[in-house]
């Protein structure tokens, strides 16, 4: 007998955004419209999956100090003077030792000498001749020596949640500490040919029967697009029959997929089967080819929730479009997955690049588009640094003959990250800070990017000045007003219009190791000879600041040991003073609590965003906004050590408006 179907399910072709509108309400409605839950796995399964969780350094990289080269570790003060006509003799027992690349280095040593720089040699040592080298040029400390912490420090952000895993972000992660990651769980896809016509590959078909391929090209597309599918046996045109398949697929998968003919024909069970275990939302779509969709949820009952579920089409080209359609965008919002195309970019570079003529090189850069035009800003180029890889939106391949760019050059720039995620990228240059890491997390949450690279507080200025980012992080203290940020605005953006917004207060002061060994109790201290400070580098906030009360104590950098040494971030400063190439270094609280250091607090400054004021009202904008606000982003800043959130979010000045 023929079915008895309510006019309610038949055909009725619907445009495709209406479809889509529906399916995604009734989506929305079952709390279906995001990644489902994470789970832990290993890192050796972890490719191609999307991290549910931001990952955090656990330990620092390297976590020792190493040898860079195959050659020989020792005291720098040692060659210090060495030439040709009057070379350096060490022995090897105690003054000199063989280390291979990688090998750490010896507590007593601060350098290597590589191994086709000495000759071999016998001295008298103790009044006997002992095996000894040659040094033929004077080196410097820490000269062929990968620092302890020159990759990643413990605790600062190895990857965002949301990040899609690359091989190099897998050694990132496990580099950082860590042997497993937290990732989207993969959907499950039941896929349920049904037919009495149907006959299974490798069985030869009578006249009215169908080898059924359908099912094999659908379990392949959702494999590729990261899901796991489950291909169920053909189920003959039994309505009571299919209805249990799609029960007990509802219980075990996130999503079914019916593969019959989606007519309104009498033997059409597909909708009907939906209809009396759920809601039909659409039965047919004005698309072609596939026009015969049906769309649906489905309740299994027995506690278990709503299962969305998609009749596909029997023509092979409208299966397969119906997949791209309705399926792989379904899932990839599972996986909390992006589309990713490898593409080209034409940028222009923020500083200059100086490369070896004779060699290719590829050149780590973030990317973002800034008042109009694409701008890349390199990163670290160490061969060891992998986080800049983890970073890196992108390569710059400067080809061997070429000496370099200049800033401000235009050079075509190979992405990883795709071009509408670099529409939607923030990018701030400036002072480095760790609420940074913060931010770029919670605004990945809202769907925004942010990227950062760290030039101080002065080449942030400088950075907005030519145009090249939306924001710049800065803490520059004037010696005259006491004011933070507002004279050096007016100094190096003199004709841009900008907002000063209030980000944090933080503390500044020395940080010391555990215990505070040395009983360094302030800056007067830095000129004692048994104390080797670490410096921040040129024209960022916190070496402007020391510089300041340095003068103000009748003191020099002439005056201190290690002043000339220079770290990118407060980070880098501690992990410096943790090695113990170092006993103090200015730099912020939370920096010191990082590592389980010692503080000597000093100071209390305001870290400003300085945005020029063609973007405040950019939408692109608009979630930073938004996150600055948000109690529980201030909460998680407010507990980072020595930080509090008083001044986040409120406009400090408006500066230059009329101009």
Known sequence: MPLETSRSVYLHDIPLREALDRFEDA???????????????????????ITAQPVWAQISSPHYHSAAMDGYALRANDTAGASDRNPASLSLDGQAAYVDTGDPLPDWADAVVPVENVEIVETEHAGDRVPAIRVLSGTSPWKNVRLMGEDMVATELVLPAGRKLRPVDLG???????????VWRKPRVAVIPSGSELVPIGELPHPGEIIEFNSLVLSAQIEDWGAIPTRFEIIPDDLEQLKKSVREAAREHDLILINAGSSAGSEDFTARVIADLGELLVHGIAVRPGHPVILGMVHPGSGYGPTPVVGVPGFPVSAALT????????????????DEERDTLRATITRKIHSSAGDDEYVRVIAGEVGGRWVAAPLSRGAGVISSLVRADGILIVPSGVQGHAAGEVVEIELYTPLDRLRRTILALGSHDLTLDLLAQFLALRGAR???ANLGSLGGLIALQRGEAHIAGSHLLDPQSGEFNLAYIERYLPDTPVHVIGLVEREQGLITASGNPKRISGLPDLAREDVTFVNRQRGS???ILLDYHLERLSLSGSDIRGYQREEYTHLMVAASIASGRADAGLAIRAAAAALGLDFVPLYQERYDLVIPAAFVEDPKLAALFETLNDDQFKSQVEALPGYNTKPMGETIAVMNASK
Request: aromatic share 4%; charged share 20%; no cysteine.
């Open 450 to 452: 942010l990227t950062s």
């Open 172 to 182: 990132a992660i496990a580099a950082s500490g860590h042997a497993t990651v937290e």
């Open 27 to 49: 989506l929305e409605a079952a709390n279906l419209l995001k990644p489902l839950a994470g789970e832990p796995i290993s890192l050796e399964q972890a490719l191609g999956r």
């Open 541 to 543: 906030g916190t070496r």
């Open 323 to 338: 997949g791209e359609i309705f399926v792989r965008p379904l899932l990839k919002r599972w996986l909390g997955d992006i």
